[in-house]
T-cell receptor, first 112, second 113 residues
């Protein structure tokens, strides 16, 4: 099973770009990398997913190097409302089905 | 508005009582999931269902039961056999099982005393 490792917490000032790196040394060939965001007392929300190189949407960018053993979620110009826990997930195939395994995530605190 | 609803938001029960948490979705999704989250922890999968009348155990199914009689509904029963039932319970759905994008409900915070 592919495991992920990410920092427990990060602080950033408003307006800065934030990069959260996740390592997944045992990622399988056909696994995608997915990121979720969770605010306190709410369910997680899908942010972005990718397989290789770079993916960008209206919320974030995801950078994945060629070896795919890590990935970096980039949040441009964060605001106070970006304070949340961010989860990095990779595939988890069990008995032919695909499950999401959530670790503890990275708690991002945006400071005014 | 399409989405997932969970009710109630807060639930209190006495130890030894079974309690059922509601989860409804109008997204026409085939797959539904139940997760448990403890303070400062990630989510752990309790049960999931790929289609109506079918469901499988997740990582921590002991002390829980589910049913999937309708596509829209996936209720979770926390039984008295669950040793530490106090937690935040999250229901999610996806277009099909195996899709990485899951849509989560607002959660139910269960407190058992």
């Amino acid at each position: 099973l592919a495991k992920t490792t990410q920092p427990i917490s990060m602080d950033s000032y408003e307006g800065q770009e934030v990069n959260i790196t996740c390592s997944h040394n045992n990622i399988a060939t056909n696994d995608y990398i997915t990121w979720y965001q969770q605010f306190p007392s709410q369910g997680p929300r899908f942010i972005i997913q990718g397989y290789k190189t770079k993916v960008t949407n209206e919320v974030a960018s995801l950078f994945i190097p060629a070896d795919r053993k890590s990935s970096t979620l980039s949040l441009p110009r964060v605001s106070l409302s970006d304070t949340a826990v961010y989860y990095c997930l990779v595939g988890d195939r069990r008995a032919g089905s695909y499950q999401l395994t959530f670790g503890k995530g990275t708690k991002l605190s945006v400071i005014p | 508005d399409g989405g997932i609803t969970q009710s109630p938001k807060y639930l209190f029960r006495k130890e030894g009582q079974n309690v059922t948490l509601s989860c409804e979705q109008n997204l026409n999704h085939d797959a539904m999931y139940w997760y448990r989250q403890d303070p400062g922890q990630g989510l752990r999968l309790i049960y999931y269902s790929q289609i109506v009348n079918d469901f499988q155990k997740g990582d921590i199914a002991e002390g829980y039961s589910v049913s999937r009689e309708k596509k829209e509904s996936f209720p979770l029963t926390v039984t008295s056999a669950q040793k530490n039932p106090t937690a935040f319970y999250l229901c999610a759905s996806s277009i099909q099982q195996g899709t990485r994008e899951q849509y989560f409900g607002p959660g139910t915070r269960l407190t058992v005393t």
